[in-house]
């Protein structure tokens, strides 16, 4: 039997051993770096986000019409990236085999060096029986200690990890559907009359009246454009301090302009990782309430990338009685009482627009209306104003930036809604789409304007058109009655008194156009540029500029300048203009302005 | 050695089978390339009674080599065989260790039966051990032959060391079978160290502790088996009332002490020195003591157990979805995994799945009791073993821990008589 050659030795197979062994150990350890390095450039050149396609799509994604010549490149650079990858996969697949010959080849002539030069057995001094006695002792002390040790980990691990995530996890999330007996469910109704939830249940939905008397959404009652109260402060100087009720300096960065119900103002402002709404009291303008929003399911871990000029607050506030709503450039959306109870908060998925979510809020009846605007998917979407659950959803073919209006027709109310093709009419209770008229084109951010039964939409690099609404309510017929291109705006929102619309530009002019002929009534250049919107008080139009100028103009078919005041500082908000007083924001400040005052 | 770890590691890692991991989505741009649609495999035809066969004939041969052959090489080729056969042919499955699941499944989960296959792979070892001890270890399983054929140079650890490492087994099986009554999972199979190499694939994880574990086994022989092995602790039991079992001596022991040394697994009882002998009132008393405290320290244990259902509950995947859903949601990890962006286009809501985590939560409490109450149990077993030394005068193995190897073999100088009649 070969067994009796166990301890046999031999010098030259154990050398021959050994050389073996030393070099397949050095073949090994030098394929070994060389897939360190290897493994290294996978990892590195991974095509799925390259840095240089991803810019490039993200080229691609901005232009306006498909560009046959960079979608080209882009497959060729991809190509070649994949191509890259692959060959390096390759080398690594080849590599790793090597190794394992390498390492097979070394761990058999360990085994054969062991062989060929075994030490025979040699009997120590104290026997290891001995040992192996005492060792009984050691093994009893080290046993106890070990099964200390297991309990300790065990106690240690269950102290660091309790609670740890569903303690902070919003409340409601962990409430699991209980099978509720019949006194449960009576103690169950009484928790949730007392809920937020509840609470907004009982809450009363606003009627028209209320909402006129208010600043309850972007552009007012609405968001028209149209201020109820006809009386604004016309005398003032913000830098000069002049006419300031109270000044206050805001918080995070936002362009939404304030809303205002009662005695309650509010706006919200955002970073990329912090969302907060503000609710200042109107009178002292103190911040009555602050709130930060939490995340919610599916709320994006990475901040959505946004155009510099968008940031992470466009979109404006909606405040519909005891109730407000906001919502965030990632998709968040959130309700609060006037108290600054939470509501309800959900996230309606990330919009993917190349200059991020700008659609202000609309709430009306007991819904609230979101402009969902997605490259991929342009929704109108409806939430239950109480419970934040969809009420309904209308598809739309474009998107905008633009914020949805509510418009008092003689066919009954009408959301109305700007998108790159067309003016879109729904019906507020069904999201039925009730007419749509194609006149628009590029990528449009002023909203449209109504009144006295007719709808002006306009946008820079397309038209201007005015629509007039036949038919019935049940065959709404669009037709539009004239179009105007010399001058239009590109952010700002047009206004209509009835007789004529006013509207800014980006590059400075205000214009006035006759509704029933569509002539240039008057073109005034001023000496900057309008991202804030016209808003009508009375027979007054109240603008401001972008550099911090507000310009009063009068209502008709002459030009007339009432007023040039300075406000001190870059402005892109809309103000609120309330009985006596306008609540302006800008870039830093928070102002309520007051005749009376200074 | 940390070198050849880290070796180990990265190769494995790099192994073809690996790739999958690195499977990336098709180009934005359409290409007149057309991606082939997705299929599923038809499943692969085995032959369980086949390998059931296979099981009791290498169970036979290896029985045969170690009896009555008495030959360390034989069965050092019997383990290149099982590796081959039950570990790459057939992928590692099924196997003897994994189906201690499959008939645990079929005690505690309601309408889940066990086929004679498996039964057969479960019971056939363990029979064998109850009459010839660990043949099965010895060159049969496919994680012990692989991890045999690597100890190339070991080294004895201490075995007070050994006998406490050995605990995992025991901590292993518990988990294992908590795993299986809750709902989690097959554990022994999911953080099997070696099925990745059978299939030349696995999770990077998994390939790195596999040759990890390997590498460590070249000086530390068999670690999975010693330390971690959870069906060891059932063949352990059985070889411990083994009718007949593997001698070091063929015929009777001269007491040289040249097999003192031979066995890497602290598996030989030595004899015991007679003025080491301790005052038989002293080990009484420390047995009484250790009698008497069980119970609390079994209580004790159970305490403990029960106070780490939290992180316990981790193993169940439901548990560890809604835990990684709910990071998600709180922002507190960034970005996501296939696991939660397959939830959140099921139909599933996040309240039904934190529902169903909590009221996991709730069973892993009971589970967690009764895995603290089993390992203070195991504790003080072995307390009471090693409390109580039996008098013993020759070399012998030590029945629950060999793995009938045939290391000791060639120590013995009985042996080349025995060859040689």
Not at chain 1, 267 to 278: D, H, K, L, Q
Not at chain 2, 364 to 375: D, E, R, S, Y
Request: glycine share 8%; with cysteine.
């Amino acid at each position: 039997m070969l067994e009796k050659r166990e301890f046999e030795q031999s010098d030259f197979l154990y050398r021959l051993s050994l050389a073996v062994t030393v070099v397949s150990g050095f073949f090994s350890l030098i394929v070994f770096l060389l897939l360190v390095v290897n493994y290294m450039q996978i990892r590195a050149a991974d095509p799925v986000n390259n840095e240089m396609i991803t810019k490039m799509r993200q080229e691609y994604a901005a232009l306006p019409e498909e560009d046959p010549a960079l979608a080209q490149r882009i497959r060729d650079l991809d190509l070649l990236t994949r191509k890259a990858f692959f060959t390096t996969q390759t080398h690594l697949r080849v590599g790793a085999v090597m190794l394992l010959v390498g390492v097979s080849l070394f761990l058999i002539a360990f085994k054969y060096m062991m062989r060929w030069k075994r030490d025979l057995p040699k009997l120590a001094e104290t026997p290891t029986a001995e040992k192996e006695f005492l060792a009984f002792a050691q093994s009893r002390q080290l046993i106890a200690w070990g099964g200390v040790g297991l309990l300790g980990v065990g106690m240690m691990t269950a102290l660091l990890t309790e609670g740890a995530i569903y303690s902070t996890v919003d409340a409601r999330i962990l409430e699991a559907p209980p099978a509720a007996t019949s006194a449960q469910n009576a103690a169950t109704e009484a928790q949730a009359a007392a809920s937020p939830e509840g609470i907004a249940k009982a809450i009363e939905t606003p009627a028209w009246e209320a909402m006129e008397l208010n600043w309850p959404t972007f552009r007012g009652p609405g968001s028209t454009g149209v201020a109820h109260f006809t009386s604004a402060p016309t005398q003032w100087d913000l830098a000069a301090g002049t006419g300031v009720k109270w000044k206050t300096e805001t918080q995070l960065p936002g362009h939404n302009s304030p809303v205002v119900w009662e005695n309650r103002l509010y706006f919200s402002g955002a970073n990329e990782t912090t969302r907060e709404v503000y609710c200042y009291d109107t009178e002292s303008g103190e911040l009555v309430w602050k709130k930060t929003l939490d995340r919610f399911q599916g709320t994006p871990a990475e901040p959505p990338k946004v155009n510099e000029e968008a940031g992470f607050a466009a979109p404006s506030m909606a405040v519909h009685g005891k109730q407000v709503f906001a919502i965030f450039a990632n998709g968040d959306l959130a309700s609060y009482t006037a108290e600054g109870e939470f509501v309800w908060g959900l996230n309606i998925g990330l919009p993917d627009n190349h200059y991020g979510h700008a659609s202000s809020l609309l709430a009306y009846g007991n819904l609230l209306y979101v402009q969902r605007d997605d490259n991929s998917k342009a929704r109108l979407l409806a939430f239950d104003l109480a419970t934040g659950k969809e009420a309904w959803e209308a598809e739309r073919k474009t998107i905008s930036w633009a914020s949805p209006i509510l418009a008092r027709t003689s066919f009954g109310p009408q959301l109305i809604l700007n998108s790159e093709a067309t003016v879109d009419g729904y019906a507020p209770d069904t999201g039925k789409l009730l007419w749509s008229q194609e006149c628009l084109g590029g990528e449009v951010a002023p909203s449209p304007a109504y009144g006295n039964g007719v709808v002006f939409a306009a946008n820079e690099y397309a038209t201007a058109s005015l629509i007039k609404l036949n038919g019935t309510a049940e065959a709404i017929q669009p037709e539009i009655a004239w179009q105007y291109d010399s001058f239009l705006p590109e952010v700002s929102s047009p206004v209509l008194d009835g007789e004529r619309v006013y509207f800014a530009t980006s590059a400075g002019q205000l214009v006035a156009l006759d509704t029933k002929a569509g002539t240039e009534l008057w073109v005034e250049e001023l000496a900057e540029s309008f991202y804030s919107s016209p808003v009508l008080v009375g027979d007054k139009v109240f603008i401001l500029g972008t550099e911090g100028k507000m310009y009063i103009v009068q209502a008709g078919s002459d030009f007339a300048l009432l007023a040039t005041l300075n406000v001190g500082e870059g402005t892109f908000a809309t103000p609120a203009y309330l009985d006596g007083k306008i609540y302006l924001r800008s870039t830093g400040h928070l102002y309520c302005i007051e005749s009376s005052h200074g | 050695m940390l070198l050849w770890l880290f070796i180990g590691g990265v190769l494995l890692a790099s192994l073809p089978g690996n790739a999958a991991e690195m499977r990336f989505p098709p180009p934005d741009f359409q290409t007149e390339y057309r991606i082939p649609d997705l299929y599923t495999p038809a499943p692969a035809t085995t032959n369980g009674v086949f390998d059931a066969l296979m099981l009791f004939a290498a169970l036979c041969i290896t029985t045969w080599l170690v009896f009555r052959a008495r030959s360390r090489r034989g069965l050092f080729l019997m383990s290149i065989f099982s590796l081959a056969y039950f570990g790459f042919y057939r992928t590692g499955c099924i196997c003897p260790v994994g189906s201690t699941q499959n008939v645990l499944a079929g005690i505690f989960v309601p309408d889940v039966g066990v086929s004679i296959v498996v039964l057969s792979f479960f019971v056939m070892p363990l029979l064998f051990s109850l009459f010839f001890g660990r043949v099965f270890c010895a060159s049969v399983c496919p994680l012990g032959a692989i991890q045999e054929l690597v100890a190339i140079a070991p080294i004895r650890i201490s075995p007070a060391l050994d006998r406490t490492l050995g605990l995992g087994r025991y901590l292993y099986l518990g988990l294992a079978t908590v795993g299986v009554a809750t709902g989690a999972g097959f554990l022994i199979c999911r953080y099997d160290p070696f099925v990745g190499l059978y299939r030349l694939g696995h999770s990077y994880g998994m390939l790195l502790a596999g040759g990890v574990i390997l590498l460590l086994g070249v000086f530390i022989a068999r670690p999975y088996c010693r330390f971690l092995c959870p069906y060891g602790v059932l063949l352990g039991w059985m070889s411990r009332f083994s009718k007949w079992h593997l001698d070091i001596p063929p015929s009777p022991c001269v007491s040289c002490r040249l097999c003192e040394n031979s066995c890497p697994y602290n598996a030989i009882d030595m004899p015991t020195p007679a003025h080491l002998v301790e005052d038989p009132i002293k080990g009484k008393r420390r047995l009484r003591y250790i009698l008497f405290a069980s119970p609390l320290i079994i209580a004790m244990g159970a305490v403990g157990g029960y106070s780490i259902y939290e992180p316990l509950s981790r193993v169940h995947p439901t548990v560890a979805l809604s835990e990684r859903v709910a990071l998600e949601d709180l922002g507190r990890v960034q970005g996501d995994i296939l696991e939660s962006r397959t939830f959140r286009a099921s139909e599933k809501t996040v309240e039904t799945l934190h529902g169903e985590a909590l009221g996991l939560r709730d069973v892993f409490k009971k589970a967690g009791a009764w895995l603290g109450g089993f390992m203070a149990l195991i504790i003080c077993l072995k307390l009471i073993e090693l409390s109580t030394v039996p008098k013993r005068e020759v070399y012998t193995p030590h029945k629950e821990t060999c793995f009938s190897c045939g290391r000791c073999y060639p120590y013995c100088p009985v042996e080349p008589k025995r060859v040689a009649s």
